[in-house]
């Protein structure tokens, strides 16, 4: 528990000052994922940690960026409590902060939202080394503009994050995941036609010429669910393995392709895919130069592969001007994570 | 000399909004204009220079480009039901309704969506739905009318955003005009935003970063069965201490609603749903999902209420006593209309825990400023709408019902809520945004204007205080009459 604040205030307004570029430094769990390569100084926010509060009945915790979510969940486990969003522990190192700035979330994500939909407010401290608070601890604020979410994939580009309030979930009374063979065009199509119906569907993924789905809620529900879906009952590992990227499907040095997706959309062929969020985030491996996503969908280069690249893709020019202003009006002179979001980004 | 100004402009408006609209689609004479001069809030009025009320996307693009180019003041209108005069006519600017814009485009039943124009109706998308077994779940009480442009613009909220979230956690993309006229796609059809969430970011910007001219929605199966819990309390500490348990339970009903004991009389007066006259605090609960587990949790809620002293309870046993029992609490607003000529409807969202001391201050308040005020309460997620009762004909009464409101709010900041959960500051609750932020919060606020509407010609004088351009601001050109 160390209360950091002012020290990296000072630091932002050192490097503020002196016009010196800094990388927002959480656990280091996620350098080589998500964004670009920066080579600036680390500005160290994984010491800034310490759940600040934490009210069950409220459904909501707060807690300093630095963070470790393992430790969120043994807080929460106390209370039978989850972050519904389930986000990657990376070994134990992810940290609270670093996990919005790359609004990573797990297998939920299209039911249970990710920590984009999760945060209720945040402190950051902008470019100009302001210490500033949005939103708050309450479920609804609609007061002035959203910067809370805004930090939401912005990979630290708009502020150093120093606190998060969250909004947490009760665990769910039962959880049960079902296996079935096929191929993954079949499997496309039951995610997608279950996923419409109304029953406790917490998973859907298909991988290595399986499907699963993951049913949780009311113990009732759970098991006539699966009473009338049929499938083999299986371990629940494999939610954890595509979490935190250990499939075997994730090993090895091929780059790593994950393309944002409507479910309704066709699959990509000949290509080695992973299929998640009942079809809305495609994983993808290798060389993909022929391949084109649909219009509306996009791709990143989320590991592996030249990181000194456009690995978040290009945008439109007038969303490219828009983002652009925005970031000044966070970090004026671009002293945050520099080019780690777009190499034009300044 | 400003009149005369003011004047030109809207000749040189009037002349070149006629080339790029049919002549139904411009409102120019005064008294055409009335209808318009209002949301929801009727305490602050204004006319526009002109109302445009474009039929497509096209034509909004071309409106947006001759006002940017006059530097003429634009604000955006869906139905005007908002509750915080964010859809205000600036009188030196064009009202521009979206009412027109109202087609549903598509409903995507594979990938759970609904593509539509901003001007269609939240109640609109349910009912298009419907056929594929889906709805849209945020529903705001003002459902039949609002739309979803507004809804988007104030990330509306309804009683099952407990359990299904509000606007902004129900959208996949938008296309959006930006103050030059500019059309940018915001969001994917995926779940991620490429770069910034300016999806995320425009969601409750009360129409002061752009124009909303498409949204597509997440719709969500229709539950295989939805029932609701009644229960009357004697106190509201008791009905409060309930709502507590039921997270604590670990159960998220689909709704949790309280209503104090004016608000459930003009209620019970308004809908006979049956809820009991004499309590101090009703409770209603929601529990949907398949017919195992709304009847599991619903025997679990009732054991809870009961354990916390409810003096009434009774379980929805038909669609049809569902409904009713909803109806007194959906209609809480025009209820209250019926007893008191003029009501004046806060916001404030507060920890639940603090519900009763909130509550206890609000009677006391009530008793300062010597006016009634009912409490209907979002219990489940926190959000408090006291409604104020005063003679709209007496301007010393609507000062004092101000005043009530504007402490109302600073209790809520006090107790470590915010201002407004759902209705937005519009101009309403410009004041008391410096209760809840701090100068360089608002500046930073600004600076996010300033990025997507540089010289502040989207709803001026709304939603966020300006307070480093000011003088900039005023020096405008078609600025001259507040300078
Ligand atoms: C009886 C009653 C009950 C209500 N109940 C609820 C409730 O339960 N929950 C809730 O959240 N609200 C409620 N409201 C408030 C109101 O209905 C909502 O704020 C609604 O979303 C407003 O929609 P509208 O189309 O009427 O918007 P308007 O009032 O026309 O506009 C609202 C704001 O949105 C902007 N805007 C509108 N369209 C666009 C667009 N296309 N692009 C950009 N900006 C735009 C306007 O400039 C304005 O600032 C209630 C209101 C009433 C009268």
């Known amino acids: 528990m160390a209360d950091q604040s002012e020290q990296l205030r000072d630091a932002v307004a050192v490097a503020a000052a002196g016009n010196q570029a800094l990388y927002i430094r959480g656990g280091d769990s996620k350098r080589d994922v998500c964004g670009r390569a920066c080579a600036a100084p680390a500005l160290e926010v994984g010491g800034h940690t310490g759940i600040l509060d934490y009210e069950p009945d409220e459904l909501v915790l707060s807690a300093r960026a630095g963070t470790r979510i393992s430790e969120l969940q043994q807080a929460l486990d106390e209370y039978n409590q989850v972050l519904p969003f389930e986000p990657p522990v990376y070994a134990g190192r992810a940290?609270?902060?670093?996990?919005?700035?790359?609004?990573?979330?797990?297998?939920?994500?299209?039911w249970l939202g990710s920590i984009r939909d999760a945060v209720l407010g945040v402190q950051i401290i902008n470019g100009q080394a302001q210490l500033l608070n949005f939103g708050g601890k309450v479920m609804k604020n609609v007061a002035g503009y959203d910067v809370s979410r805004l930090q939401a994939g912005a990979l630290g580009t708009l502020g150093v994050i120093t606190q998060v309030h969250l909004k947490v979930m009760p665990r769910p009374e039962a959880t049960l995941t079902l296996a079935y063979e096929m191929p993954a065009l079949r499997a496309l199509?039951?995610?997608?036609?279950?996923?419409?119906?109304?029953?406790?569907?917490?998973?859907?993924?298909?991988v290595g010429g399986r499907l699963y789905l993951r049913l949780s809620g009311a113990q009732s529900a759970v098991q006539h669910t699966a009473r009338q879906w049929g499938g083999d009952p299986v371990a629940a590992d494999i939610w954890e393995q595509l979490r935190e990227q250990q499939h075997p499907f994730f090993t090895g040095d091929a780059p790593l392709w994950r393309l944002s997706i409507a479910p309704g959309a066709a699959l990509a062929k000949g290509v080695s895919q992973c299929l998640d969020w009942g079809g809305?985030?495609?994983?993808?491996?290798?060389?993909?130069?022929?391949?084109?996503?649909?219009?509306?969908?996009?791709?990143?280069?989320?590991?592996?592969?030249?990181?000194?690249?456009?690995?978040?893709?290009?945008?439109?020019?007038?969303?490219?001007?828009?983002?652009?202003?925005l970031k000044n009006a966070f970090d004026p002179q671009g002293i945050l994570n520099p080019g780690r979001l777009y190499s034009w980004m300044t | 000399m400003a009149n005369e100004l003011t004047e030109a402009t809207r000749q040189k408006l009037l002349s070149r909004l006629r080339q790029i609209l049919p002549a139904d689609c411009l409102v120019s004479d005064r008294e055409s204009q009335r209808p318009f001069e209002c949301d929801g809030l009727a305490l602050y009025r204004e006319l526009p220079l002109l109302v445009a009320l474009p039929e497509t996307t096209e034509q909004v693009?071309?409106?947006?480009?001759?006002?940017?180019?006059?530097?003429?003041?634009?604000?955006?209108?869906?139905?005007?039901?908002?509750l915080c005069a964010g859809a205000m006519p600036h009188p030196e600017g064009v009202l521009l309704g979206l009412s027109k814009l109202n087609r549903i485009i598509e409903i995507d039943p594979l990938s759970r969506s609904a593509r539509v124009q901003p001007g269609v109706t939240n109640l609109a998308i349910t009912a298009a739905a419907a056929p594929y077994g889906f709805y849209y779940a945020p529903d705001p009480s003002s459902q039949i009318a609002c739309s979803i442009g507004g809804n988007v613009a104030e990330n509306s909220g309804g009683v099952h955003c407990l359990k299904y979230g509000l606007t902004v956690h129900n959208l996949l993309s938008m296309e959006m005009l930006t103050v030059e006229g500019e059309r940018v796609a915001l969001g994917s059809s995926g779940l991620d935003s490429p770069g910034y969430d300016l999806m995320a970011l425009v969601t409750g910007s009360e129409g002061l970063l752009g124009i909303v001219t498409e949204v597509t929605v997440k719709l969500l199966p229709l539950p295989e069965t939805a029932k609701v819990i009644m229960a009357g309390f004697d106190s509201i500490r008791a009905a409060g201490d309930a709502v507590g348990a039921v997270i604590a339970a670990g159960i998220i009903p689909a709704g949790l609603e309280m209503m104090d004991a004016l608000a459930v009389q003009a209620a019970e007066d308004f809908a006979r749903a049956g809820y009991p006259r004499e309590a101090a605090a009703v409770l209603l609960c929601?529990?949907?999902?398949?017919?195992?587990?709304?009847?599991?949790?619903?025997?679990?809620?009732?054991?809870?209420?009961a354990r916390h002293g409810a003096s009434t309870l009774r379980v929805s046993a038909s669609e049809a006593e569902r409904e009713l029992l909803w109806k007194g609490r959906k209609s809480a607003f025009p209820a209250v209309g019926r007893i008191s000529a003029d009501y004046y409807c806060m916001d404030g969202t507060?920890?639940?825990?603090?519900?009763?001391?909130?509550?206890?201050?609000?009677?006391?308040?009530?008793?300062?400023?010597?006016?009634?005020?009912?409490?209907?309460?979002?219990?489940?997620d926190g959000n408090l709408h006291p409604l104020i009762m005063f003679d709209g004909g007496c301007v010393e009464q609507i000062q004092r019902a101000e005043q009530f409101g504007a402490e109302i709010l600073e209790?809520?900041?006090?107790?470590?809520?915010?201002?407004?959960?759902?209705?937005?500051?519009?101009?309403?609750?410009?004041?008391?945004?410096?209760?809840?932020?701090?100068?360089?919060?608002?500046?930073?606020?600004?600076?996010?204007?300033?990025?997507?509407?540089?010289?502040?010609?989207?709803?001026?004088?709304?939603?966020?205080?300006?307070?480093?351009?000011?003088?900039?601001?005023?020096?405008?050109?078609?600025?001259?009459?507040?300078?």
């Open chain 2, 411 to 483: 209790l809520s900041v006090a107790v470590g809520g915010c201002i407004t959960g759902e209705h937005g500051v519009g101009l309403e609750k410009l004041a008391q945004m410096q209760s809840q932020f701090s100068t360089g919060e608002l500046h930073q606020f600004e600076d996010i204007k300033a990025a997507f509407d540089p010289t502040l010609t989207l709803n001026p004088g709304k939603g966020i205080p300006i307070l480093k351009r000011c003088q900039e601001y005023r020096a405008l050109p078609g600025r001259h009459q507040h300078g």
């Open chain 1, 280 to 325: 809305a985030q495609r994983w993808m491996r290798g060389d993909l130069q022929g391949y084109t996503p649909p219009p509306g969908a996009h791709m990143s280069l989320f590991a592996g592969g030249d990181r000194n690249s456009e690995v978040r893709g290009e945008l439109e020019p007038v969303q490219q001007q828009l983002q652009q202003r």
């Open chain 2, 286 to 305: 929601e529990l949907d999902g398949t017919a195992e587990e709304v009847d599991q949790h619903i025997n679990a809620v009732k054991d809870i209420f």
């Open chain 1, 95 to 110: 940290t609270l902060g670093g996990t919005l700035a790359c609004n990573l979330s797990g297998p939920a994500r299209p």
């Open chain 2, 350 to 380: 507060i920890p639940r825990s603090q519900v009763s001391h909130v509550l206890e201050e609000i009677a006391r308040l009530s008793a300062k400023y010597q006016l009634r005020c009912a409490n209907v309460f979002h219990a489940g």
């Open chain 2, 61 to 82: 693009q071309a409106v947006l480009r001759c006002c940017h180019d006059l530097q003429v003041p634009v604000v955006a209108r869906g139905s005007g039901t908002g």
């Open chain 1, 189 to 206: 199509d039951i995610m997608r036609t279950r996923a419409g119906q109304p029953k406790p569907v917490t998973g859907a993924c298909w």
